[in-house]
């Protein structure tokens, strides 16, 4: 069974904190993702990443940066956290393209900015 | 880029009833349509998918169907029951691209008893 987990399940910061969420996943996956979800705006990818150290923006990468130093660990930062950067956010993986599409999805961190 | 457009947002349909859930992508390239089920509070899961070279899948009380020229897939639940009730999000992804996905908004289906 492929397991994805993620540092935190709730997470308390104020505006200006630099904010770290890690994503695991146990299953030697290439492809490695972070999305928010948001009511009525559904998931939206933020980054994602194809390979160690390799990283590729998705549809709204402003404001957020990602870390990818071994394989099975892909980081999202958040510089300096604001208050709309209050969401639920969703790491997932899957193998690399042509072995398989499905996105196996980690349990999520909602976020407060304060 | 992909545009993935859903409707409805929310779906109400009485126990045992149908319900058809529709997705409309903009990128003719795109190759593949997962359907994903998201129970309130967990973390969304792979129910269905098709692949562009096939016009409908079926998997017990669940089919997807896909057409490719109107560029629209949908999904259909027949025999609706308590547990169908959950967000559920459908996507296209990109030829060519590393498994990257673009999801609609979600359509929340609630099943009455």
């Known amino acids: 069974d492929v397991k994805v987990t993620q540092s935190s399940r709730y997470l308390v910061k104020r505006t200006g904190e630099k904010v770290f969420l890690e994503c695991v996943q146990d299953?030697?996956?290439?492809?490695m993702f972070w999305y928010r979800q948001d009511p009525g705006l559904g998931l939206r990818l933020i980054y994602f990443?194809?390979?160690?150290?390799?990283?590729e923006k998705g549809d709204i990468p402003e404001g957020y940066s990602v870390s990818r130093e071994k394989k099975e660990r892909f980081s999202l930062i958040l510089e300096s956290a604001s208050t709309n950067q209050t969401s639920m956010y969703l790491c997932?993986?899957?193998?690399?393209?042509?072995?398989?599409?499905?996105?196996?999805f980690g349990p999520g961190t909602r976020l407060t900015v304060l | 880029g992909e545009n993935v457009e859903q409707h409805p947002s929310t779906l109400s349909v009485q126990e045992g009833d149908s319900a058809v859930i529709k997705c409309t992508y903009s990128?003719?390239?795109?190759?593949?349509f997962p359907w994903y089920k998201q129970e309130l509070g967990k973390r969304p899961q792979l129910i269905i998918d098709?692949?562009?070279?096939?016009g409908e899948k079926k998997d017990q009380r669940i089919a997807v169907t896909l057409n490719k020229t109107a560029k629209h897939f949908s999904l259909h639940i027949t025999e609706t029951q308590p547990e169908d009730s959950a967000v559920y999000f459908c996507?296209?992804?990109?030829?060519?691209?590393?498994?990257?996905?673009?999801f609609g908004t979600g359509t929340r289906l609630q099943v009455t008893l």
């Open positions: 996507a296209a992804k990109e030829a060519g691209t590393a498994s990257k996905l673009t």
């Open positions: 098709i692949r562009s070279n096939v």
């Open positions: 990443s194809y390979d160690v150290k390799m990283k």
């Open positions: 997932a993986s899957s193998l690399w393209q042509g072995s398989g599409d499905t996105q196996y």
């Open positions: 990128d003719s390239a795109s190759n593949y």
């Open positions: 299953m030697d996956h290439e492809n």
